[in-house]
């Protein structure tokens, strides 16, 4: 081999060295090269609503088990307003990298996308699914002074006296809201609705007399339930409650086929990596199935939901199709 044919062999194989390197760095890596170094700095859990409420205790108590599989602390960050609508669209324009995660629920994901044409964020085209947490169901209530024992007591009486009876919830739209027409029209009877502005205004004035009836989540109203302040009348799984285990649930008190519940889970911007959805996944799986999570969520009435991100978009491409058909037969609009 002459001198001129060794130095092209060798400068041949330095550039061959040379491209291969620059794609192991950034032309075509492997899938799962963003996820080796994840996370090297703490991530961030966006939340809709106020500290104190219902979705920021779950967003707390998941960040905090899941801090140890992923080797870093999560930061929790609130931004309420707009019913989530605020922080899911800081969530939807963040690098998707990982480092912005979203604590999403059906309002946000489901009902809000049917119901809203003016959403900040597009609720399948702007995010990819983690993993489900946690989900809840509801208390059907009266007021206590009112004399119904049962749901067959308040059927029969709702059947006979179209409209009298007055049901409450968070608002138009509201989850509370839709769980109160599918009942109406599982049960064959018709209630007047009342909207509030919330969750709060309307438990006072169930309490105070002011209307008969409310549906509202078991987190919220185990105390008050306990406390004899409102008269439960079932719950809307389609198992008893754990926390209330004497009362029948809404399909055993003879209304077949309904159930009502909400859930929590965790999105990502899209594009953001699959091999570090599947990490954060991981995580959250570990941490679900644990005990310490697994005893904060069911001791406020929650139900650890552990599940992949298939898992997630199938339910929330079930939900989107049920709740569009009730939202269209039972003519909701939000004013």
């Not at 960040?63 to 605020?86: D, K, T, Y």
């Not at 009876?165 to 007047?192: E, M, V």
């Not at 859930?263 to 005990?291: C, H, S, Y």
Request: charged share 15%; glycine share 10%.
């Amino acid at each position: 081999m002459t001198d001129l044919q060794r130095r092209r062999l060798l400068a041949a194989a330095a550039l061959a060295g040379i491209a291969s390197g620059a794609r192991a760095q950034g032309g075509s890596p492997r899938a799962d090269a963003p996820a080796a170094g994840f996370p090297d700095r703490p991530p961030r859990l966006i939340v809709g609503f106020a500290p104190g409420g219902g979705s920021d205790f779950i967003a707390r108590a998941l960040a905090s088990e899941i801090a140890g599989p992923l080797g870093q602390p999560f930061i929790v960050e609130n931004r309420p307003g707009a019913g989530g609508a605020i922080a899911a669209r800081a969530a939807a324009t963040s690098a998707p990298n990982g480092y912005t995660l979203f604590l999403g629920s059906a309002a946000t994901f489901v009902i809000n996308p049917v119901l809203m044409t003016d959403l900040p964020y597009d609720a399948e085209k702007d995010f990819v699914p983690v993993g489900s947490v946690a989900r809840f169901e509801y208390v059907l209530m009266t007021r206590p002074d009112l004399p119904y024992r049962t749901v067959a007591d308040l059927v029969t009486h709702a059947r006979q006296k179209p409209g009298e009876l007055t049901i409450g919830s968070a608002g138009n739209g509201s989850n509370t809201h839709l769980a109160a027409a599918a009942f109406q029209r599982a049960a064959g009877i018709q209630l007047r609705h009342i909207p509030y502005k919330g969750t709060t205004p309307a438990l006072t004035d169930l309490a105070g007399g002011n209307i008969d009836l409310l549906f509202d989540s078991v987190p919220t109203v185990l105390s008050l339930v306990k406390a004899g302040k409102v008269k439960a009348l079932a719950t809307t799984g389609n198992a008893r409650e754990a926390l209330l285990p004497d009362l029948p649930t809404v399909i055993e008190a003879g209304v077949p086929g309904f159930t009502a519940s909400n859930w929590f889970a965790v999105f990502a911007p899209a594009r953001t990596p699959p091999g570090i959805v599947d990490r954060i996944n991981a995580a959250m799986q570990k941490a679900l199935t644990g005990e310490a999570l697994r005893a904060q969520l069911t001791s406020t009435g929650n139900v650890p939901l552990p599940g992949g991100p298939r898992d997630l978009q199938v339910l929330v491409s079930e939900e989107r199709a049920a709740y569009t058909r009730l939202i269209q037969s039972s003519g909701i609009k939000i004013e």
